[in-house]
């Protein structure tokens, strides 16, 4: 871990140790900056925590959507946000991992810019078909890239430059087949597309496809994390198909200015920690794709390092990189 980040963490661990209290004045308003447009997914898990936390905290937070470059935006400007409370950034491993390793104009270090506060929402990704492509495992459809890579050797991605391209490339590489990822703005399009069979196959969040899943207009060949989804209990994950690589869960975090007082930020981490649990959280996001998550700083940095760590060989070895 870089310093400047440790430093944060044995701070903020100090203050527990000798019992400081972590009870400081908060501002009128809090800020938390979303990375991407107001109606999205990432957008709706920050209005329903937003919205609780005005009850826990006893002020108002308010969503600022910062769009553009899939996340880039809002981190960057971040960076030059006050220390005192007031702002406060609602990331994804998009974010802090994905764009770091694949955008050369990227000008921040997710593991020195910023004070990892807690980790509130978790999500997979999964590799879905649609009802034309004639395979119902992943393996089927391999061997279908492997005999007809001009019809089958194709999939949508919701963006380059995506983990959801570099599953692709994964799966492709493991079973010496040519896979080639079709970006799109974003889920919704992709998904048209594959409802309409103009592609045989995509990967996306699992949160964009259950609907047409359970109407069998697509069918999910396999799921990243490390256990089945009770909404897919018949879906195997990558990890299970000897996909070992493909196992990390995409993820929502809460990260603070560097700067920040510790008392600060582990008020905030517990604030959101005790959020997350609440029933209003789960019933809001459930249903379109997450699950609440409760997780300290320490438990936040780690899985960005997690990501870096897993994602990092794979998109070097791809030689994606884009100016």
Same mark, same amino acid.
């Given at each position: 871990m870089k310093k400047k980040w440790a430093q944060v963490l044995l701070g903020t661990a100090l203050a527990l140790a000798t019992g400081m209290s972590v009870a400081s004045k908060l501002p009128d308003t809090i800020r938390l900056v979303v990375g991407y447009p107001?109606? @999205?997914?990432?957008?709706?898990?920050? $209005?329903?925590?937003?919205? =609780? #936390? $005005?009850?826990k905290l006893g002020v108002n937070v308010v969503v600022?959507? $910062?769009?553009?470059?899939? @996340? =880039?935006?809002?981190?960057? @400007?971040?960076l030059r946000s006050p220390t005192?409370?007031?702002? #406060?950034?609602?990331?994804?491993?998009h974010m802090m991992t994905t764009l770091p390793l694949t955008v /050369?104009?990227?000008?921040?270090d997710p593991m020195k810019d910023f004070a990892p506060v807690a980790v509130i929402a978790k999500f997979e990704h999964i590799f879905v078909v649609g009802k034309t492509t004639p395979a119902n495992? #992943? =393996?089927?459809?391999?061997e279908l890239v492997r005999k007809e890579p001009e019809k089958y050797g194709h999939y949508g991605i919701p963006a380059p430059g995506s983990a959801p391209q570099f599953?692709?490339?994964?799966?492709? /590489? /493991?079973?010496?087949?040519?896979?080639?990822?079709?970006?799109? /703005? @974003?889920g919704a399009p992709l998904i048209n597309d594959l409802l309409g069979d103009h592609i045989p196959a995509g990967v996306d969040a699992v949160g964009m496809i259950t609907e047409h899943v359970a109407a069998g207009s697509v069918r999910v060949l396999g799921i990243t994390g490390e256990a089945r989804l009770p909404i897919l209990k018949d879906v195997p994950t990558f990890v299970e198909m000897g996909y070992g690589d493909l196992k990390a869960s995409g993820w929502m975090g809460i990260f603070a200015p560097l700067g920040m007082e510790p008392e600060m930020v582990k008020q905030f981490q517990d604030a959101f920690n005790e959020v997350a649990k609440l029933p209003r959280i789960e019933s809001a996001i459930v249903p379109i794709g997450f699950r609440p998550e409760s997780g300290d700083a320490q438990e936040l940095s780690r899985i960005v390092q997690d990501d870096l760590d897993t994602w990092g060989p794979i998109i070097k070895e791809s030689g994606y990189l884009q100016q």
């Amino acid at each position: 871990m870089k310093k400047k980040w440790a430093q944060v963490l044995l701070g903020t661990a100090l203050a527990l140790a000798t019992g400081m209290s972590v009870a400081s004045k908060l501002p009128d308003t809090i800020r938390l900056v979303v990375g991407y447009p107001a109606g @999205g997914t990432a957008d709706a898990v920050a $209005r329903v925590y937003a919205e =609780q #936390l $005005r009850e826990k905290l006893g002020v108002n937070v308010v969503v600022d959507n $910062r769009a553009g470059a899939g @996340g =880039q935006v809002a981190a960057q @400007g971040f960076l030059r946000s006050p220390t005192d409370g007031s702002v #406060l950034l609602v990331a994804n491993n998009h974010m802090m991992t994905t764009l770091p390793l694949t955008v /050369k104009t990227v000008s921040y270090d997710p593991m020195k810019d910023f004070a990892p506060v807690a980790v509130i929402a978790k999500f997979e990704h999964i590799f879905v078909v649609g009802k034309t492509t004639p395979a119902n495992t #992943l =393996q089927e459809y391999v061997e279908l890239v492997r005999k007809e890579p001009e019809k089958y050797g194709h999939y949508g991605i919701p963006a380059p430059g995506s983990a959801p391209q570099f599953m692709g490339y994964s799966i492709a /590489k /493991k079973n010496d087949i040519q896979m080639s990822p079709v970006p799109y /703005k @974003g889920g919704a399009p992709l998904i048209n597309d594959l409802l309409g069979d103009h592609i045989p196959a995509g990967v996306d969040a699992v949160g964009m496809i259950t609907e047409h899943v359970a109407a069998g207009s697509v069918r999910v060949l396999g799921i990243t994390g490390e256990a089945r989804l009770p909404i897919l209990k018949d879906v195997p994950t990558f990890v299970e198909m000897g996909y070992g690589d493909l196992k990390a869960s995409g993820w929502m975090g809460i990260f603070a200015p560097l700067g920040m007082e510790p008392e600060m930020v582990k008020q905030f981490q517990d604030a959101f920690n005790e959020v997350a649990k609440l029933p209003r959280i789960e019933s809001a996001i459930v249903p379109i794709g997450f699950r609440p998550e409760s997780g300290d700083a320490q438990e936040l940095s780690r899985i960005v390092q997690d990501d870096l760590d897993t994602w990092g060989p794979i998109i070097k070895e791809s030689g994606y990189l884009q100016q």
